[in-house]
Every structure is written in C-alpha cells, then in structure tokens.
C-alpha cells in the first residue's frame, strides 16, 4: 500500500508534492488530511480509535484480479503502522462493516463469493488485536447476493448482525450470534406489506436500555401522495430475544422522501439519524437532514444542513452536541464534504467545509478519547482513495502529537503487513429455509401413540417464537437455547410432568403405566411462552 505523506520529504519536493495535490484534489496540505491508495482501489468502511489511542481502519481493497477484506491500523497522526488483507487468491471477500471488542479485537463483518463464484454470502471474521485471525464462518444464503451490512457487540456477550437479502430479496435480517459466531436465532424485520416495500438496512445501534436499533430506508405510504409510495426512512427497535418494540417509517402523512443511514441516542432514548430528505415544495433537491425521532419510533423534527446532498455518519461530542458528516453540492454546483455541528434541538451551530471539488462520500466516524471527531471517506469515482479527517470540537483541524505513544502493545511481537488467507472458514447453514418450509422440524414429536408403557416424547430441532403487532406476525427462529421446560397435562388441567431439558437432550422417555386412561397435552415451555405443543393417548 502506498501512503502519500508528505512529512518526510524536504520542503522542495513537499511544495511540489502540495501543488500536485491542490491541482489534483484540491487539499490543502497544512490541515489534517490523510489520504490512503492501493496498488489499485480502496474502500473504507468504518474507522475507530483503538486501545492504545492509534486508529483501525477497515474495508476492502482490490489488488490485481483479487478482492481482499482489509484492515490498517495507523498512529494517532494517521500514519499507517501495518495493514492486511483477509481472503483468498482468485476470490473476492469484503468488510462492510467492523466492531471493536475486548481486548482490542476486532470482528468484521461483510460478504464472499468462496461457496459461488457468482454469488455472495455474508462472513463474519472475529480478529486479535495483532491483526491475526481466530476463526471465521461464512453463513450460505438461501439468495445468490445476500450481504453482510453492519455488526454490533451486544451485552452479556455475542453480536447482533444485519443481513441484507437472505433468501429472496429484497429483505432484512437479524442474526443473533453467540461469541464463537454460532447463530443463536433469526428473524426477518420490516415486513408489513401494508406499510413497507423493499427494505434496506443500514446500520445498528445498541442502545442504552440493551436494545437493538435498526436504521435503514424503505417505501411507505404516504396520505399526501394518494396510490405512490415514497422512500421513507425507518427505525427498529428490537430487544435481544428478537421480540419487536416498534417498526415505523419516518411518517407516513407529511408527503417527504427521507432516508435514514446512521442514528443515535440521548440518554432520554430519544433518536437523531443522519439522513437526506426531500422537500415538499419546489425547489425539492435531496437535502442532508438531521431527523429527530421520539422513544417510541414517532417524528419530531428535522432539520436541513444544506440544499443538496447527503449525510451519512452522526456521532455524540462530549458537551452533548452532534457531529454529522455530509456530502453535498455547494451552491456553485461543485461537489463539497463538509461537518456540522448542532445541538439536540436540530440547530445547526456550526459548520466546516473539509474538500471542494471532490466527490466523496463519508461512511465512518469516531470520537477519539479527547474529544476530537475522525472520518472516513471515499472517492465515489472508481473507489480510487480513502480520506482521513480530524478535528476538534470546534471543527477546527487537529494538530500533530509530538509526544511518544507506545503502539500495539497487546502484540508480543512485531506486527507485519501481510496476506492472511480465509482457506479454513466453517460454513454455516443456517436452515431459517427448513423451520419455515418443514413445519416438523419446530414441533414435538410422541411416540409410540397410543401406548399403555411408555412414550417418547422428541424435541424439535428448531424453536419457533411468535408475536403479532402492528398488523403482522413475527417469527423468531431459535437455532440455540440453554433450556425449555416441557410439561404434560391431563385433560383435566392437572400437571403430570415438568422437567427443564437442555438442548442437547434431544427426547425425553415417560413411564405412563401408572396414568388413567385418555388423552394427554405435551407443551414446551421457552422464555415464558408455549413454543410446540402436542396430544397422546394413555391406553
């Protein structure tokens, strides 16, 4: 990888190398710019600040015939340290998306075409702090272009991830994942014909009472526009069983195109997106638009950044002031990224423009542990370069630390750039295809019926959760679970049996010699709520 710094060259070459890039790109070299090119092409995805006050950037890069998932980490000025790449020669892999974990690992999160040439599957690789692999699977989608779209870390252990296009498309999945990456259960959200058509998911949030928040953007009736469905954005709220708190577009009766991309939270569980929106009245550009949202998923406000453009990251400063990140035209025509500042009432307190003239798109942000904001962003033409911004909380451009910082110090030895091959993946089949289309697989299985002895009373190999609301049923498909209690009535109501069984007990055998003759109610009983029933006879 080819880093342009120019820090190290002499002050004649670094004014010639500052002409080329204002000729070029249109920076200025004295601010806090960092710019990263491959052998060919780069795409980052998501940057954050790591244990030891460096940064870790993540995506994917082409080089040659090949498509890598890559990391770089960088010093605290940006300066790369070590990157590498995740995949398999002839193959193509990516990161869309990338979380920070204990003891600074790292799990990505993206798609690969290992299992189909000419399709790809999502594949998530949980990665040490030294940039090495621990393990990796690749889940194989009942659709030929499902993709991987953002992972979060949840409490108490594992990850929440985002699906995009799991078996038909277009629609929208969470995966709740345990720390190893086994699925633990699956559910398809934002699927009301009656309000949403062709969801897309963006990105998660885990928010403050241990909930996942789902942003993305969808078409929604809308009472204004009477038989036309306009592009709305959306929020999900989910807890971490899958049960559905609220699903709701960003109104349904003010007659605005909006899309939401990135959202976070006060500690009043109120919710500010990054977004655009279309005005109502001529002129109507796409505007980069800060929506507020109330607690229970309903509009409050918005507010416009600017005509013209779109915002895509948001992230809290430490006065309780946001910083979203926008790309947009100026009112010269050119294109521009800029930042801006505003308070929680949506007013824009302050904003600065980063680069004119250049098409870039914003697609992660982080806020450094003294307070500075850091950006990511990639040149739309050809995904030619990535760009590193840093600023303070007055959206001024950050200095240069000068004082020594001890890097990687988790490693215990030193870190190389290097190809790190994803040759020995587990493949997951998830079977959400086999719980939906072979009922069987989620009941409860007696055998022999009738009996006069004995029964055998067999579990299902998938539980199957269901919840109605908002003019849907929900189901939830559990692939792990630490235990259920199966119990047995007579038809009288009295209890017969209650045993809590583990999920590796896969049948429970019943002596009923001893019961009355008639007929028997087998029910299995999972987070307070019966999942599969079924009868016998006692003869």
């Not at 710019?35 to 795409?43: L, P």
């Amino acid at each position: 990888m080819i880093f342009l710094n120019a820090g190290n060259m002499s002050k004649r070459t670094f004014f010639a190398v500052c002409i080329l890039a204002l000729k070029v790109t249109f920076i200025q070299c004295q601010n806090w710019i960092r710019i990263y090119e491959g052998n060919e092409k780069i795409h980052t995805r998501d940057i954050y600040e790591h244990y030891d006050k460096g940064f870790i950037a993540s995506g994917h890069q082409w080089e040659g015939n090949n498509y890598f998932g890559w990391i770089m980490k960088t010093d605290i000025n940006g300066y790369e340290r070590w990157s590498k790449h995740y995949g398999r020669i002839g193959e193509a892999t990516g990161f869309t998306s990338s979380y920070l974990i204990e003891n600074g690992g790292i799990v990505c999160f993206g798609g690969t075409n290992q299992l189909d040439e000419n399709c790809d599957d999502p594949i998530i690789v949980k990665i040490n702090a030294c940039g090495q692999k621990e393990w990796c699977k690749i889940f194989n989608s009942g659709n030929c272009n499902s993709s991987g779209n953002d992972i979060v870390a949840v409490p108490g252990g594992g990850y929440m991830a985002l699906i995009q296009d799991w078996i038909n498309g277009p629609d929208v999945w969470l995966f709740r994942l345990d720390s190893s990456g086994g699925v633990i259960w699956t559910q398809n959200y934002v699927t009301d014909p009656n309000i949403f058509w062709s969801p897309v998911g963006k990105r998660l949030l885990c928010t403050y009472d241990t909930c996942i928040l789902l942003t993305g953007r969808a078409y929604t009736p809308d009472s204004l526009t009477p038989g036309i469905s306009l592009i709305k954005m959306f929020n999900a709220k989910v807890d971490l069983n899958g049960e559905v708190l609220f699903e709701l577009p960003w109104g349904m009766n003010n007659g605005m195109i909006s899309e939401g991309h990135q959202t976070v939270e006060d500690k009043k569980h109120r919710l500010y997106s990054a977004g655009r929106r279309v005005g109502t009245t001529p002129p109507t550009p796409d505007m980069p638009s800060l929506f507020i949202t109330s607690s229970n998923g309903y509009p409050i406000q918005f507010s416009d950044l600017r005509s013209t453009g779109l915002a895509t990251t948001i992230n809290w400063l430490l006065d309780s002031t946001l910083v979203l990140g926008a790309d947009f035209q100026d009112y010269n025509g050119g294109d521009t990224v800029a930042v801006a500042k505003l308070d929680t009432t949506g007013n824009i307190l302050k904003t600065k423009t980063l680069i004119t003239n250049e098409n870039i798109v914003f697609e992660g942000s982080d806020v450094t542990y003294d307070n500075k904001i850091i950006l990511v962003g990639n040149t739309i033409l050809n995904w030619q370069y990535s760009y590193l911004f840093k600023l303070n909380s007055n959206l001024e451009y950050d200095s240069i630390y000068t004082a020594p910082f001890t890097y990687d110090s988790l490693c215990p030895y030193p870190i190389v750039s290097d190809t790190i091959p994803l040759d020995d993946c587990e493949v997951v089949v998830v079977g959400i295809d086999e719980a939906l289309q072979n009922p069987e697989t989620t009941k409860l299985k007696v055998y022999p019926n009738p009996s006069d002895e004995r029964i055998t009373i067999e579990l299902p190999k998938y539980l199957v959760r269901k919840s109605s609301g908002q003019g849907m049923t929900a189901n939830t498909i559990y692939h792990q679970w630490k235990d259920v209690r199966l119990e047995v009535f007579d038809l009288y109501g009295q209890l017969m049996f209650c045993e809590t069984v583990p999920q590796q007990k896969k049948s429970i055998t019943l002596n009923v010699s001893s019961w009355s003759p008639g007929m028997y109610l087998a029910r299995l009983v999972f987070m307070n709520e019966v999942v599969a029933k079924a009868k016998f006879v006692v003869e």
